[in-house]
C-alpha cells in the first residue's frame, strides 16, 4: 500500500513518463528545482522533506548523455545528505552499457564505471529495463531489479494479428532476447551474421533460418545509428520476406538513423517511451511507441511494498 513515506523524483530527461508513473500509482511528483550554474555545471535542489523517505528517482539517460549521467548523480547525493531512508535509482535507458567488456586492448570498461559512480553517490538499489547485457547486474554491490519490455510489445504484435512469421535477431548477441518474444509468439527464430567492422557501423553477412514468404520481426534493445537495422531489414527482403517489421525498447536514434528509417523498406518501428523522442524523430510516419510507464510503476510500487518483482516478467 503507498504511504507517506513514498515519494517520486524525476530529473529532466523525461519528465512525462515519471508523470506517467505517478498518474498510475495515484500519488504527486516530487517538488524539486533543476538549473544551471553559468558556466554550465548542474544544481539540484528538494523542495520538500524527504526524511525518512523510500524515494525513487527517474532518470533515463539519453541525450545529452553526460548530463543526464551527472544530474542523476547529484539527484542521489542530494537525497542522501536529505537523510531519504532509501534511495532507489530508476534508469529505464542505462548509459554507457555498451562497453561492457574489453573487447578490444586499452578500452574502459564503462558500464561497470557507471554502477560504481551510483553506489557512490548513495544509491540503495537500482531498477533498470533491459540492459543492453544482463551480465551488468553483476558490476553492482546493491540490488539491481532488470526489468523487461518485452511483455507490452508482444501485446502489441498479437494484437495486429499479422499470422504466421519470423522472429529475427539482429545479432548472435541479441539471440536470447529474440527467442523469448520467438517462444511467446509460438514463431521460430533467425539469426542475422552481423560482422562489425568500426563503432557504429556494421556489415550483414548472411541469415541463418528461413524468412521466405512470411513477415519479419527483427527485435533488439536500442535503436541508435538504425545502421544494423535497415542492413538487416535488406537482408531479411532479400531473402524473401514479405514485410519487414522492428521492435525495439530503447528508441535512441542518433546521427542518421531517421533518414535511414524514413527511406528504409521497413513497414513498422516500435519503441518505448523509455527515452523521449526528438522533434525529428517523432516525424517518421511509421514509428509507434508504445508506454512502459505501468510496467516501471509497478515495479515501483512491488520495490516499495517489498513484494515479488518477478510477475512482471510473464
Not at 103 to 132: M, N, Q, W, Y
Not at 256 to 262: D, H
Not at 265 to 291: M, Y
Request: proline share 5%; aromatic share 6%; net charge neutral.
Amino acid at each position: 500500500m503507498i504511504d507517506d513515506r513514498f515519494k517520486i523524483f524525476c530529473g529532466s530527461a523525461n519528465p512525462a513518463l515519471a508523470n506517467a508513473i505517478c498518474q498510475y500509482l495515484g500519488v504527486e511528483l516530487g517538488r524539486a528545482e533543476h538549473g544551471r550554474f553559468s558556466d554550465g555545471e548542474t544544481r539540484y535542489q528538494i523542495l520538500e522533506n524527504v526524511r525518512g523517505a523510500d524515494v525513487f528517482v527517474v532518470q533515463p539517460c539519453s541525450h545529452p548523455v553526460d548530463f543526464h549521467l551527472m544530474q542523476l548523480l547529484l539527484m542521489i547525493d542530494a537525497f542522501k545528505r536529505a537523510s531519504a531512508w532509501r534511495i532507489t535509482a530508476v534508469i529505464p535507458y542505462y548509459p554507457y552499457a555498451r562497453q561492457d567488456r574489453k573487447d578490444r586492448p586499452r578500452v574502459a570498461i564503462s558500464a561497470k564505471l557507471v554502477a560504481d559512480l551510483l553506489e557512490t553517490a548513495g544509491a540503495s538499489r537500482a531498477l533498470t529495463l533491459d540492459l543492453h547485457a544482463p551480465q551488468i547486474q553483476g558490476y553492482f554491490n546493491i540490488p539491481v531489479d532488470h526489468l523487461f519490455a518485452a511483455p507490452v510489445i508482444v501485446e502489441y504484435f498479437k494484437r495486429k494479428g499479422l499470422g504466421p512469421l519470423t522472429v529475427v535477431s539482429p545479432d548472435a548477441g541479441g539471440v536470447e532476447r529474440a527467442r523469448y518474444f520467438a517462444k511467446k509468439m509460438d514463431a521460430p527464430l533467425a539469426i542475422v551474421d552481423k560482422r562489425r567492422i568500426d563503432v557504429n557501423v556494421s556489415e550483414v553477412m548472411h541469415l541463418i533460418g528461413d524468412v521466405s514468404g512470411r513477415p519479419a520481426l527483427v527485435i533488439d534493445d536500442i535503436i541508435d545509428t538504425a545502421g544494423t537495422l535497415v542492413k538487416t531489414a535488406e537482408a531479411l527482403l532479400d531473402n524473401g520476406a514479405t514485410k519487414v517489421f522492428a521492435a525495439s525498447t530503447h528508441p535512441v536514434l542518433s546521427g542518421p538513423a531517421v533518414e535511414r528509417i524514413t527511406k528504409s523498406s521497413i513497414d513498422e518501428v516500435v519503441v518505448t517511451d523509455s527515452v523521449p523522442l526528438s522533434a525529428e524523430a517523432r516525424k517518421i510516419p511509421n514509428i509507434t511507441v508504445l508506454s512502459v510507464s505501468e510496467l516501471l510503476a509497478r515495479g515501483i510500487r512491488n520495490i516499495h511494498e517489498e513484494t515479488s518483482i518477478s510477475e512482471l516478467f510473464i
